[in-house]
T-cell receptor
Framework: EPEVTQTPSHQVTQMGQEVILRCVPI?????FYWYRQILGQKVEFLVS????????KSEIFDDQFSVERPDGSNFTLKIRSTKLEDSAMYFC???????????????FGPGTRLTVL | KQEVTQIPAALSVPEGENLVLNCSFT??????LQWFRQDPGKGLTSLLL?????REQTSGRLNASLDKSSGRSTLYIAASQPGDSATYLC?????????FGTGTRLTVIP
């Protein structure tokens, strides 16, 4: 069964360093998302991406964040200058088609745990 | 802005008991609602998805209901087992993203 994959599973970085989190969405999906979950808190939306551009972003997604689909398969989240408070689990998700069912489920990857020291 | 609330925050039950987890949301203009399971330090496992036009979905011992007009969903777990111990999250789909609740941490005592 097709699945969303994410690499690495765990990334440790020093404060101020740049990190790139990678995701491979399900191949025929058209909509891509990043969410994060700080330890002990709820899952929060960061950004959605469709047709090679951002369709919506949250207040969290400030200038230090960027997303890119560099080729036909990868979807990346870059954090330019990491802060301690960026430590979290980052989830990638993808969705196939229109918002009205039945193909509107978001499928989630296993997550990347980012630790900023 | 959509707000999703889950009650209770934590629940402890003896093995074999049936239980209900609750989820409420403030904006009824949703496309679907998903229930997820999350084990400590792990990712999200999708359990059930209910489309906005549906009233319920069932998978094995799990049954989820949706009352969109009142902004409520329930997840019913029958004959609970220790392996069901986890945090259960509900999430409602807006046009561009999912809004998650804070979860219910379930402990099933053998």
């Amino acid at each position: 069964e097709p699945e969303v994959t994410q690499t690495p599973s765990h990334q440790v970085t020093q404060m101020g360093q740049e990190v790139i989190l990678r995701c491979v969405p399900i191949s025929n999906h058209l909509y891509f998302y990043w969410y994060r979950q700080i330890l002990g808190q709820k899952v929060e939306f960061l950004v959605s991406f469709y047709n090679n551009e951002i369709s919506e972003k949250s207040e969290i997604f400030d200038d230090q964040f960027s997303v890119e689909r560099p080729d036909g398969s990868n979807f990346t989240l870059k954090i330019r200058s990491t802060k301690l408070e960026d430590s979290a689990m980052y989830f990638c998700a993808s969705r196939y088609d229109r918002l009205e069912g039945p193909y509107n489920e978001q499928f989630f990857g296993p997550g990347t745990r980012l630790t900023v020291l | 802005k959509q707000e999703v609330t889950q009650i209770p925050a934590a629940l402890s039950v003896p093995e074999g008991e049936n239980l209900v987890l609750n989820c409420s949301f403030t904006d009824s203009a949703i496309y679907n609602l998903q229930w997820f399971r999350q084990d400590p330090g792990k990712g999200l496992t999708s359990l059930l998805l209910i489309q906005s036009s549906q009233r319920e979905q069932t998978s094995g011992r799990l049954n989820a209901s949706l009352d969109k007009s009142s902004g409520r969903s329930t997840l019913y777990i029958a004959a609970s087992q220790p392996g069901d111990s986890a945090t259960y999250l509900c999430a409602v789909a807006g046009a561009n993203n999912l809004f998650f609740g804070t979860g219910t941490r379930l402990t099933v005592i053998p």
